[in-house]
């Protein structure tokens, strides 16, 4: 699932449930585990000049890259930093690492072959799923519309209850996936 769509959906999702001062960890929660994935295209792209294929096959790959992206998935860490934020009595943490959570949940069923290893530090095992939101070869074309409209629908289900700011950024958002799937699929 493409970053922009996790902070939209974990914000449809956990809002109802929470105060409006956690929606600054529902965002970060919901982004995190793709920062390093960002930080990594970013330096590789812009400061060494790798092209994008390059950066996927080689850079991507290596240990310390696949290990923090990885973790930054973890379902059980993820779940442990839920459970002690409850446990200590801090929503804010709670709600941040259930974003996480919710980030993680929704990325396991969309990634084949660049599957991350959900289950660590338990466990190396990369679910393979036979859909991607991003690899044609495994129904992107499909995934990535349906992900869209979720995306879209997430984004009027919070309209009525939103600023203006939170407004432009929901039609930044659905304007995003308009013009990625364009891109990426009918072009």
Same mark, same amino acid.
């Given at each position: 699932?493409?970053?922009?769509?996790?902070?939209?959906?974990?914000? &449809?999702?956990?809002? %109802?449930?929470?105060?409006?001062?956690?929606?600054?960890?529902?965002?970060?929660?919901? !982004?995190?585990?793709?920062?390093? !994935?960002?930080?990594?295209?970013?330096?590789?792209?812009?400061?060494?000049?790798?092209?994008?294929?390059?950066?996927?096959?080689?850079?991507?790959?290596?240990?310390?890259?696949?290990?923090?992206?990885?973790?930054?998935?973890?379902?059980?860490?993820?779940?442990?930093?839920?459970?002690?934020?409850?446990?200590?009595?801090?929503?804010?943490?709670?709600?941040?690492?259930?974003?996480?959570?919710?980030?993680?949940?929704?990325?396991?069923?969309?990634?084949?072959?660049?599957?991350?290893?959900?289950?660590?530090?338990?466990?190396?095992?990369?679910?393979?799923?036979?859909? %991607?939101?991003?690899?044609?070869?495994?129904?992107?074309?499909?995934? &990535?519309?349906?992900?869209?409209?979720?995306?879209?629908?997430?984004?009027?289900?919070?309209?009525?209850?939103?600023?203006?700011?939170?407004?432009?950024?929901?039609?930044?958002?659905?304007?995003?996936?308009?013009?990625?799937?364009?891109?990426?699929?009918?072009?």
């Amino acid at each position: 699932m493409q970053t922009p769509g996790h902070a939209v959906v974990n914000l &449809a999702i956990l809002t %109802s449930a929470v105060t409006p001062e956690h929606t600054l960890p529902i965002l970060a929660g919901a !982004i995190l585990p793709d920062v390093p !994935i960002v930080v990594l295209y970013l330096r590789e792209h812009y400061l060494r000049g790798l092209p994008e294929e390059r950066i996927w096959r080689e850079s991507y790959q290596q240990p310390f890259w696949l290990n923090l992206i990885h973790g930054a998935h973890s379902l059980p860490l993820t779940l442990l930093g839920t459970l002690v934020g409850v446990a200590a009595g801090s929503s804010m943490v709670a709600v941040f690492f259930g974003s996480m959570l919710l980030h993680s949940l929704a990325d396991l069923p969309l990634h084949a072959e660049d599957a991350h290893r959900h289950f660590l530090p338990f466990s190396h095992y990369r679910f393979i799923s036979p859909i %991607s939101y991003w690899d044609v070869r495994y129904h992107a074309r499909k995934v &990535a519309l349906v992900e869209a409209l979720l995306v879209a629908g997430a984004a009027a289900f919070l309209w009525r209850d939103s600023s203006l700011v939170a407004r432009l950024l929901f039609v930044a958002v659905v304007a995003w996936y308009a013009v990625t799937y364009w891109r990426a699929f009918l072009r």
